[in-house]
Each structure stands twice: as structure tokens, then as C-alpha cells.
């Protein structure tokens, strides 16, 4: 299974991206669909995570300014991402699994190679 990445790259702050990733090559619906993000010296963290069930998760410092939603294709999602601050810098990466827990702690089967957000000041 491959989850190809796009859309990052370098705003300031205050402004918007729109991250979107598409699943190939799985014979499986992936009925949960996510964003890791990473920075340098910082913990992995989940971003955001939606199910085909309709459960969403937020982290808690993204809520109110990032939106989750599934793609058009059975095996895409995308990410808004508004009032962007430097904090949020980091590499996102798209994560998917065919289980149904959309929430922290629980084991992704797939992972993308990431996308790079850096918000300037």
C-alpha cells in the first residue's frame, strides 16, 4: 500500500494549507484515514484522524483551526489546516488502517513519507 502526500509547504502565519493524501495498492477499504506530524526534538503526535464511520479525533492543539474530512476516492483524506502558527511546524504524514479507532494510542498499518508545513512568523 502506498499513501502519496501533497500540498505542503511554507506560509506565514495566520494563513491556510490544504494537505491531501491518496491511498493506492490496498485490496482493503482503509476505514480509518489520519495525519502524524513531527518536528524536530518533539514527540510524534496525532493531528487529526477520521473513520468512515463518520468519528473524528483532534489534538488538542489544532482544534477549532484544522478540519479532517475523507476524500471523494474510498481511500483518500485531506487535511485544512487554518490560522497556521509556527508551532505547527513539523513533517505530516498521512497514516491508514483498515480498523475503525481513530483515536491516540492505536497502531497504524500505513504510513506515507510525509509532506513538509513550515509556518513563518
Known amino acids: 500500500v502506498q499513501l502519496v502526500e501533497s500540498g505542503g509547504g511554507l506560509v506565514q502565519a495566520g494563513e491556510s494549507l490544504r494537505l491531501s493524501c491518496t491511498a493506492s495498492g490496498s485490496r482493503f477499504t482503509l476505514n480509518t484515514m489520519g495525519w502524524y506530524r513531527q518536528a524536530p526534538e518533539k514527540e510524534r503526535e496525532l493531528v487529526a484522524a477520521i473513520s468512515n464511520g463518520g468519528t473524528t479525533y483532534y489534538a488538542e492543539s489544532v482544534g477549532g483551526r484544522f478540519t479532517i474530512s475523507r476524500g471523494t476516492g474510498a481511500n483518500a483524506v485531506a487535511l485544512q489546516m487554518t490560522s497556521l502558527e509556527s508551532d505547527d511546524t513539523a513533517m505530516y504524514y498521512c497514516?491508514?488502517?483498515?480498523?475503525?479507532?481513530?483515536?491516540?494510542?492505536?497502531?497504524?498499518?500505513?504510513w506515507g513519507q510525509g509532506t513538509q508545513v513550515t509556518v513563518s512568523s
Open positions: 497514516v491508514a488502517k483498515r480498523g475503525y479507532y481513530a483515536g491516540p494510542g492505536g497502531q497504524w498499518e500505513h
